[in-house]
């Protein structure tokens, strides 16, 4: 099931409803920044931190040879909190990566936060692994079950999806 949130920019209305889901979400998790992984959260939490107020940083893919050469785009200090903000999640790897340069920046990171938990095996794991929990607003079950509530998917798709993620842990 293929899952493409990069089209929220496209509707501010959404992205809105996103991003208060999100802030929804991070109420009692302990943070000074958010930090939005590129590229998918990069408008998500742009638009969460227009929304709270709360200052944004991010860990750059790729650090460039020119300018300030930085691995984390942003104002921070080391020894600030920050959360992991992130469109999806199915196996934890890209957030890995990304907590690893936040840490070696000399940030704390111990939550990840996503619109959706795909719920594929062994992510919520993998995470636990390096120190993280994970906090996401839905989970593809609950998606799932919306939709088949409002007949936008016939039950055979719900029950077929159900199996798929049975197997899957």
């Known amino acids: 099931i293929y899952l493409d949130l990069r089209l929220l920019p496209s509707d501010p209305p959404a992205l809105s409803r996103a991003a208060a889901a999100y802030t929804d979400r ?51 200090t080391p020894g600030e909190r920050a959360v992991v903000l992130d469109d999806l999640i199915t196996t934890g790897g890209s957030k890995v990566e990304a907590v690893q340069a936040l840490r070696e920046a000399g940030l704390v990171v111990e939550d990840v936060v996503v619109l959706i938990d795909r719920q594929a095996a062994g992510a919520t794991e993998d995470l636990a692994a390096h120190g993280l929990r994970l906090h996401a607003v839905l989970t593809l079950l609950e998606i799932v079950a919306v939709l088949a509530a409002r007949g936008a998917i016939a039950e055979t798709e719900r029950a077929m999806v159900e199996r798929y993620l049975e197997r899957q842990t």
């Open 26 to 76: 991070l109420r009692g998790l302990r943070f000074d920044r958010l930090a939005a992984i590129p590229y998918a959260a990069l408008p998500i939490g742009t638009a969460v931190a227009l929304q709270t107020g709360w200052p944004l940083i991010y860990p750059r893919k790729e650090v460039k040879d020119h300018g300030r050469r930085r691995a984390i785009e942003g104002h921070f």
